[in-house]
């Protein structure tokens, strides 16, 4: 078994695949409409869904917010540089919800994203072989 996909619900589409293209690098894996049900999915990721987690943005027509609550904590994605992915993130108009550096606690550098649906991104920088 694998993890396939996250589901995230988007207020619009467009928006976020341009985020998680332009501002993070990923690539739109796959687009799909469903006209009965009246929802679109965007398959968004750095490799193809057979070798790699993705995510899954889902698109309600029609709905262009939601309460996303207090439970959803993160997506994390590993970079090389996690202050030079940032510089790189603001100078696009991404907004960092927590500036690069140490985890608290501990040693492993960190920073967070909001995407524009307000739903954080970690940012986890590599550890040096
Ligand atoms: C392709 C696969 O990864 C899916 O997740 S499609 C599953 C399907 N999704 C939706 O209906 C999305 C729109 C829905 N209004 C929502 O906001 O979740 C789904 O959940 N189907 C339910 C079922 O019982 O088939
Ligand atoms: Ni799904």
Known sequence: MRI???ML???????AISF????????LLRRSDN?????????MGYDD??????LELTYNWGVNSYD?????GHIAIEVDNVYA???KIKSLGGVISREPGPVKGGTT????????DGYAIELIQAKED
């Open 85 to 87: 992915a940032c510089e």
């Open 9 to 15: 619900r988007v207020g619009d589409l467009d928006r």
């Open 35 to 43: 006209e009965q049900y009246q929802y679109t999915l965007a398959f």
């Open 49 to 54: 869904m057979a070798h790699s987690t993705v």
């Open 20 to 27: 998680y293209q332009d501002v993070l690098g990923m690539r």
């Open 68 to 72: 996303l609550g207090g439970a959803f």
């Open 109 to 116: 550098e960190i920073a967070f994203v909001k995407d524009p």
């Open 4 to 6: 396939l996909h996250t």
